[in-house]
Nanobody
Framework: QVQFVESGGGLVQPGGSLKLSCVAS????????MGWYRQAPGKQRELVAR??????????NYADSVKGRFTISRDDAKNTVYLQMNSLKSEDTAVYYC????????WGQGTQVTVSS
């Protein structure tokens, strides 16, 4: 059964950092492009960052709103994708999810990130 388990969220002050992790199960992780998505209250879920599956030529893409502040990475040996978030802003407050890219219809519980003083 396909499963995504996100962790690492929490409450952080503006300007702070968090690192999210997501373990994927029952997917062909080595051949899957992966993405981090987020959904803020009252808004649609959006793609934040994505990373391709080819370890020889690694490629990443970011939403303009997080470019230069967030970094996506992956550990294929652990079926895990990460999102390092620096210089966090209040507008980054959301539930963060990982999924393949393009996303499947299966979503995990997500991890809440709250940026507030």
């Amino acid at each position: 059964q396909v499963q995504f388990v996100e962790s690492g969220g929490g409450l952080v002050q503006p300007g702070g950092s968090l690192k999210l992790s997501c373990v994927a199960s029952a997917i062909s992780f080595l051949t899957a492009d992966m993405g981090w998505y987020r959904q803020a209250p009252g808004k649609q879920r959006e793609l934040v960052a994505r990373i391709n599956h080819d370890s020889r030529i690694r490629s990443t893409n970011y939403a303009d709103s997080v470019k230069g502040r967030f970094t996506i990475s992956r550990d294929d040996a652990k079926n895990t994708v990460y999102l390092q978030m620096n210089s966090l802003k209040s507008e980054d407050t959301a539930v963060y999810y990982c999924n393949v890219y393009p996303p499947s219809h299966i979503w995990g519980q997500g991890t809440q990130v709250t940026v507030s003083s």
